[in-house]
């Protein structure tokens, strides 16, 4: 047979044994490997690459090896999970860099790691001002995870004991043209309500490039043709705007009947209304 023959042969035996081996190591991001795990990988790729290309004499001795680096990396991985020394010996343990506010410098020192390269990680998570720092730690993957001071940190609704909404991940209704039958199911719709609110935005499905229906059931698109002005929905600002009226004109009969019985039955129920707004603010305007 000849050698071209053989190396897309193994190539191909290759491709599907090292897709086995990245599906049993499981899922994780290349950019946050742990070093132990990221040698792992490299060995693997070469000893595949070097069988693929017929690099080494004895084929049968070479799966071996691949088979040893693969079998001991698993069984790492499980003594990993139930034994925390080997964990810590293996993939090592994270390192505090900033505590209470001070840059712990012999921390730096003993993972050879500087103070420029402590604030350029910094700045990738925009925090140009290291006394904004109350905390800061190195992971084993090398990733910098940074706690703010408590009069740094971002307000929240939380912090001004404002409620809001809860929300749920859009989900994509229509893909590259295409309508996503099961995302409309997941929301409860279907594709008469879909083509609809195309029809209201004036636009054609084969001109959509991405649409998403949120969690308050509001379509938004983004169309191929980027010269077209697609005016987002406002469905639930209209819907307070149109209660807010009716809450309005109810307070302005009360004040312009003479009428006592009518004054009260207006008065109420304008007091009624306001009372709804103030639990559907959080809903419709937040």
Not at 49 to 63: D, K, R
Not at 86 to 108: A, C, P, R, S
Not at 230 to 245: D, H, N
Request: net charge negative; no cysteine.
């Amino acid at each position: 047979m000849q050698n071209w023959i053989m190396v897309i042969l193994k190539s191909a035996i290759l491709f599907f044994l090292t897709l086995v081996i990245v599906k049993i190591y499981g899922k994780g991001n290349l950019s946050k490997l742990t070093p132990f795990r990221m040698i792992n990988y490299i060995v693997i790729a070469i000893i595949v690459t070097f069988i693929s290309l017929g690099l080494v004499s004895n084929v049968i001795f070479a799966f071996l090896v691949l088979g040893v680096w693969v079998l001991f990396s698993l069984i790492i991985d499980y003594l990993s999970l139930e034994v925390k020394w080997i964990h810590d010996f293996v993939y090592g343990n994270q390192t505090v860099l900033i505590k209470d506010g001070k840059v712990m410098e012999e921390n730096l020192k003993t993972i050879r790691y500087t103070g420029d390269e402590l604030l350029r990680d910094l700045r990738s998570k925009n925090i140009f001002n290291l006394a904004d720092v109350q905390f800061a730690v190195m992971e084993t993957t090398g990733e910098v995870n940074v706690l703010l001071k408590s009069d740094k940190k971002p307000v929240t609704s939380h912090d001004l004991k404002v409620e809001v909404a809860p929300i749920s991940e859009p989900e994509t209704v229509i893909l590259n043209g295409k309508i996503i039958d099961g995302a409309l199911s997941n929301r409860g719709l279907n594709r008469e309500w879909l083509q609809i609110q195309l029809s209201n935005f004036g636009v054609i499905l084969e001109n959509v490039f991405i649409g998403q229906v949120d969690s308050s059931g509001d379509l938004f698109i983004d169309t191929f043709d980027d010269s077209i002005q697609i005016e987002q929905p406002k469905v639930k600002e209209l819907l307070y705007a149109s209660i807010s009226k009716v809450q309005a004109d109810l307070f302005a009969y009360s004040l312009e009947t003479d009428n006592l019985e009518a004054k009260k039955m207006y008065s109420n129920n304008a007091s009624t209304i306001k009372r709804l707004m103030d639990k559907l603010e959080p809903y419709l305007l937040r």
